[in-house]
């Protein structure tokens, strides 16, 4: 069998995942989705002048020649705030007495800090000068009446949800992210914590996944280890269905345990397992299952069972099509330009991913170091390294001073 190209296998991937449906949501619900229209201002934010500190409100002709040896002393008329709002419209010679975030009374251009004042209620004295706006937050100083406050296709975070919130929207429009259920498959395998006579195998590929799911910006589900039994498979992928918008199995696609997932798979949809020119882990799978009784089509991806191998082929393309489920950059990695340190063999014909540490400045250069080679790499060299270099099919060794790109793991 001729083994496809990592590259011919992320582009039918991505042709073939659909986009998470469009849906109104309540603010508090619209955490880590994707605004899917622009974020319009229908108002000013702020609609008025406001405060910036607490203090009075002055016009600052009054207080131009306020010096802390000369203060200008003038009459108090009333007090502002959200709770209290007073008479708003100040004449020639007074002050109001003003809280940080109240609107700026009419006549006032500018606000004296209580700390440069005597606190005083009927009159105060002013011992500092302000310029016109000093102190204060323009309308519209957050966003201007029709802008774009924030733009479609942003992930929502704390900062977004606040901009949305003041501006009075209750419910946002959103493509949610996928949620994402990891399953174990292996009779050998036993979750971290427990024994069994005979021993077994601490199954660690359903957490890492599941990490790297929600680093990339999707909902993780383990559920857990499942026993390469038909009857055991067929039932815990029929109970994930209902709540899965993806599935990533890890481990029994092994041609020795005769095919099991697969035949399982292919009784809820189409699964294409192949033969993948990546290393490491060559036999993979992809395609959609459905739920009985649902329309939707559920994506999954039939990954290797090691865990460095899964890792791999996370990174390689199953970490993009997650986040193009969702609206977003395929790529996020940051990126740096690298010489090599000590170098390694690649594999003409396959794509490699190999883990590298890294060392440098971006003034006087980085160099990388391979943690470890494919395609019998370990779990621990993968753990030390600080990114990777994805060594393209073409090469058959990359050496010492070589230039490469390194996708970093964090930063």
Do not use: C, N
Request: aromatic residues 4%; glycine residues 10%; without cysteine.
């Amino acid at each position: 069998m001729t083994a496809r190209s990592l590259a011919d296998h992320a582009a039918l991937v991505l042709d073939g995942l659909p986009h998470m449906p469009v849906l109104d949501v309540m603010l508090s619900d619209a955490a880590g989705a994707m605004l899917a229209d622009d974020l319009i201002a229908d108002s000013a934010l702020p609609p008025f002048d406001v405060a910036s500190t607490d203090g009075y409100a002055v016009r600052s002709s009054d207080v131009a020649d306020a010096t802390a040896t000369a203060p200008v002393v003038l009459a108090v008329t009333h007090d502002v705030s959200f709770d209290t709002r007073g008479p708003r419209r100040m004449v020639p010679g007074t002050a109001a007495r003003i809280s940080s975030g109240a609107p700026l009374p009419t006549g006032a251009d500018a606000v004296v800090p209580v700390a440069d004042t005597d606190r005083g209620l009927a009159k105060v004295s002013l011992a500092a000068a302000v310029d016109a706006g000093q102190w204060v937050t323009p309308a519209g100083f957050d966003a201007a009446l029709g802008t774009v406050a924030v733009a479609q296709g942003t992930r929502l975070g704390s900062r977004q949800l606040a901009v949305a919130a003041a501006l009075g929207r209750s419910r946002l429009t959103v493509r949610p992210v996928p949620r994402v259920v990891i399953m174990a498959v292996g009779s050998e395998l036993m979750e971290p914590g427990t024994s069994r006579p005979g021993g077994g195998v601490h199954e660690s590929t359903s957490h890492l996944l599941a990490a790297a799911v929600r680093e990339a910006g999707s909902h993780a589900y383990r559920a857990g280890v499942v026993r390469d039994d038909r009857y055991e498979l067929r039932a815990a992928i029929e109970d994930q269905l209902v709540r899965a918008d993806v599935i990533i199995t890890t481990g029994g696609l092994s041609e020795a345990q005769g095919d099991t997932l697969p035949h399982v798979l292919g009784e809820f949809g189409e699964v294409d397992v192949v033969e993948l020119a990546l290393e490491p882990g060559r036999r993979h799978g992809f395609g959609f299952l459905r739920a009985s009784g649902d329309d939707r089509e559920i994506a999954v991806f039939a990954l290797p069972g090691s865990p460095v191998a899964a890792a791999v082929a996370f990174e390689a393309y199953v970490r993009s099509a997650l986040r193009a489920m969702s609206g977003r950059a395929q790529h996020d990695r940051r990126q740096v330009i690298a010489k090599v340190k000590g170098g390694w063999t690649a594999t003409k014909g396959v794509s490699q991913l190999v883990p590298v540490t890294i060392a440098g400045t971006e003034a006087s250069g980085f160099h990388v170091t391979p943690t470890g080679e494919p395609p019998a790499l370990s779990l621990t060299a993968l753990a030390k390294a600080d990114g990777f270099v994805v060594s393209t099919p073409s090469s058959t060794a990359v050496r010492d001073g070589d230039t490469v790109t390194v996708a970093l793991w964090e930063g």
